[in-house]
């Protein structure tokens, strides 16, 4: 089976060629740039314009939003699991951990909230899923608040510098 790759965009190039990757999902702020590691074709890619905000209301800043998380549950389920899937954001610890257990959750419903939290936890001790991220997730997935009290339950992760990728496994 294969896994979900979460790093900091610092790191994508190297991650995407060391796993194999072949796909990815890229959630970042609309005025950063960066450049698409040549293993994964433009079609395979979704680029999720958004910032690390918990928060509407400001027209400067965009908040992560129903269509940004309907997209990512879609290109989930289109994923070719053949090889791991790359999902980054910035830093590798906010946006992309939550994008990372709504992917796994929308392929794999069955599997128990508290277990990939912790699962999650085991494999990152600095993820921090973005919580409007979250709660947009388990709503749309009909968790009835599973995810959202899971991922309170492991905590904010420990301070981070933005430089340390994971791998989080689909399912146990």
């Known amino acids: ?33 960066f450049h698409r590691p040549a293993v994964i074709a433009p079609e395979r890619h979704l680029t999720l314009q958004m910032n690390d905000i918990t928060f509407k209301g400001t ?16 290109f989930a389920h289109k994923w070719v699991q053949s090889a791991p899937l790359l999902i980054h954001c910035w830093m590798g610890v906010s946006r992309s951990p939550a994008a990372a257990i709504i992917a796994a959750l929308a392929l794999y419903p069955e599997q128990d909230e508290g277990a990939l939290a912790a699962r999650l936890r085991d494999v990152s001790p600095y993820a921090t899923p973005n919580a409007r991220i979250v709660e947009i997730g388990d ?17 904010r992760g420990a301070d981070a510098d933005g430089s340390v990728p994971f791998v989080l496994p689909l399912k146990a």
């Not at 790093?7 to 060391?18: G, K, T």
């Not at 995810?147 to 492991?154: R, T």
């Open 139 to 155: 709503r749309l997935l009909g968790r009835g608040g599973a995810l959202v009290a899971a991922i309170k339950k492991i905590g």
């Open 1 to 33: 089976m294969s896994a979900i790759i979460v790093s900091p965009l610092s790191r994508i190039a190297e991650m995407a060629v060391r796993h194999k990757a072949r796909e990815m999902v890229t959630l970042i702020a609309r005025e950063q740039a």
């Open 59 to 74: 027209d400067k800043l965009i908040a992560p939003d129903d269509v940004h998380v309907q997209m990512l549950i879609d």
